[in-house]
């Protein structure tokens, strides 16, 4: 036969059993161009950019995912950070923006909208203030739209008094959405380091060095990546890793086929390709799972960050001979609403905050998808922030913290979102207060290995 | 994608007639067989077929579906995806 009938069954295997798919096909739009000082004209503007630019990327995905046979499970659009295309708006906030934000995406037809955003890892401008406050009520009238704020990089260091107030923010975006367990926070992501072609939500926007319009693409194979490592007989790390490598390149190969098909068909430029294997509440679709398959009797326990370590690198090293085009946030997420191992881990007392805090220092992306006592005081979400902001900066790497502050629980409740969110179970944080820290504001210097020049 | 080749898969148990009414649905849509082969592993039938598409006028949404009907009327898993899928997956 023309092709070998065992890749091919191995391929089908793959799909079917072991759910393999593209997560996202994210299309990246410049809102560079729509600025002007009334808000409705910026808002009209808006709409007709995102509608125009993505009025096909819906049905030429679905379309090449019936070519193929390959599921994609999300469309996504990412935009320019809000903050910065509506900075000349007189309005005196942005909300409005967010909503044209969801309409624009539900006539596009796609999952998620991100770009509600800002940076400020040096500092505040009057555009970015409005856009933070405007943050909670966004996220609670929009059904679609996701937000990031990235405080730190290692160039700038970390901006402590927007640390301080982003504790707040989530606090608030948290008791807005307090009918739907928090949904608001789920939609909300705090970065250091964040990359400009991040095709994942909820951190995805378009950055301002990319051009006008660009498709990024991220897959999901956590679950064959386990399934591979549970077919070993007795295996040793090096083959551990040899096989992740082996299977990561398989894996990363269908999203290079995928990413560069729609950029061909819709036109657009093809950015990057996202190594990073998200995993999906599915059982055994689990980046905690391939830690288990390790021989680790749970995820968090002594040996997980060892695990995890072993586990990112191999995944990258696979990937990057399997794609030209990798960017993004390109590592293992351990998102642990959205993986049902991770879940299962945190039930059983095995994983807790500290060792997730300790294994973002190996991995992407950081903190994502923690649900923690809805009483949690906003000085310690932003303690919690810095903490993990710190690992991203001294260690040169995007971290990040999605936290859900979950309104009228506490440990040993859990918080349902349903669908690709999962479900999080409450987790303990310290009892001991961090407010004097955070209240002191001001900017922790870059650290010494940004003097790189 | 570079050609109009269609790897076909049918999965499932083994019963009289399956190539047959299988081949009858690409027949309908001039798909050809270009190399088939096919085994019973652990059981279940399995026949994979790299057929070739007309050029102009296919309609592959239209022959997946009749191709998933047929499938389904034999108690069996038929898909039929894009021959670069496995190329690009297993070959550098």
């Known amino acids: ?453 | 994608m570079t050609s109009t080749r269609f790897i076909i898969t049918v999965i499932g148990s083994d019963r009289v007639g399956i190539v047959a009414r299988v081949t009858t649905v690409m027949a309908s849509f001039s798909v050809n067989i270009v190399d088939i082969s096919q085994t019973i592993m652990q059981g279940i039938f399995t026949m994979i077929m790299l057929a070739e598409a007309p050029e102009e006028n296919f309609d592959l949404a239209a022959f997946q579906k009749a191709m998933d009907a047929e499938g389904k009327s034999l108690g069996v898993e038929v898909k039929v995806q894009h021959e670069d899928v496995f190329r690009f997956m297993h070959r550098i």
């Open chain 1, 1 to 453: 036969m023309l092709i070998n009938p065992n890749e091919i069954l191995e391929t089908i295997q793959m799909v079917r059993m072991e759910h393999l798919d593209i997560r996202t096909v994210t299309m990246g739009i410049s809102l560079r161009d729509c600025s002007h000082p009334d808000i409705e004209v910026f808002n009209e503007n808006i709409y007709e950019k995102i509608t125009g630019r993505a009025k096909d990327l819906v049905r030429t995905t679905e379309e090449i995912q019936s070519l193929y046979g390959i599921p994609i499970i999300n469309k996504r659009i990412s935009v320019t950070p809000i903050a910065i295309a509506a900075e000349s708006c007189t309005a005196p906030d942005f909300v409005s923006v967010a909503k044209t934000m969801d309409e624009a995406a539900k006539e596009a037809g796609v999952d998620f909208i991100g770009g509600f955003s800002a940076l400020v890892h040096k500092g505040v401008t009057p555009g970015d203030l409005k856009l933070i406050n405007s943050i909670p009520e966004a996220l609670s009238c929009t059904e679609k739209v996701c937000s990031s704020i990235n405080v730190a990089t290692t160039k700038a260091g970390i901006n402590m008094d927007a640390v301080g107030l982003m504790g707040n923010v989530i606090k608030r975006a948290a008791e807005m959405t307090a009918d739907r367990d928090g949904i608001g926070c789920a939609k909300l992501v705090v970065f250091a380091n964040a990359p400009e072609d991040n095709p994942f939500m909820a951190g995805a926007f378009h950055g301002i060095g990319e051009p006008e319009c660009v498709i990024n693409v991220g897959v999901s194979g956590p679950g064959v990546v386990n399934a591979a490592l549970r077919e070993l007989e007795n295996p040793n790390l090096t083959e551990i890793s040899e096989t992740i490598k082996k299977t990561a390149f398989k894996i990363t190969r269908m999203g290079e086929m995928v990413g560069r098909e729609v950029s061909r068909r819709l036109g657009v430029e093809f950015g990057i390709l996202d190594l990073s294997l998200a995993p999906t509440p599915a059982i055994g679709d689990s980046v905690a799972a391939i830690l288990e398959a390790m021989g680790l009797e749970r995820c968090g326990t002594h040996g997980t960050t060892a695990a995890l370590a072993l586990l990112n690198d191999a995944v990258k090293k696979g990937g990057a001979m399997a794609s030209s085009s990798v960017g993004g946030l390109s590592g293992a997420f351990i998102p642990v609403s959205e993986d049902a191992g991770m879940i299962e881990a945190v039930e059983a007392g095995a994983l807790s905050l500290e060792k997730l805090e300790a294994m973002t220092c190996v991995c992407s992306v950081g903190l994502d998808m923690i649900a923690v006592p809805g009483d949690t005081p906003a000085s310690t979400l932003s303690a919690i922030i810095a903490d993990e902001m710190a690992i991203g900066v001294i260690n040169k790497k995007t971290t990040a913290v999605r936290i859900i502050p979950a309104p009228g629980k506490k440990v040993g409740d859990s918080v349902e979102f349903g669908g690709l969110l999962g479900l999080a179970p409450v987790m303990p944080v310290s009892k001991f207060s961090s407010e004097v820290f955070v209240k002191r504001g001001g900017r922790i210097p870059a650290p010494i290995q940004s003097l790189t020049n």
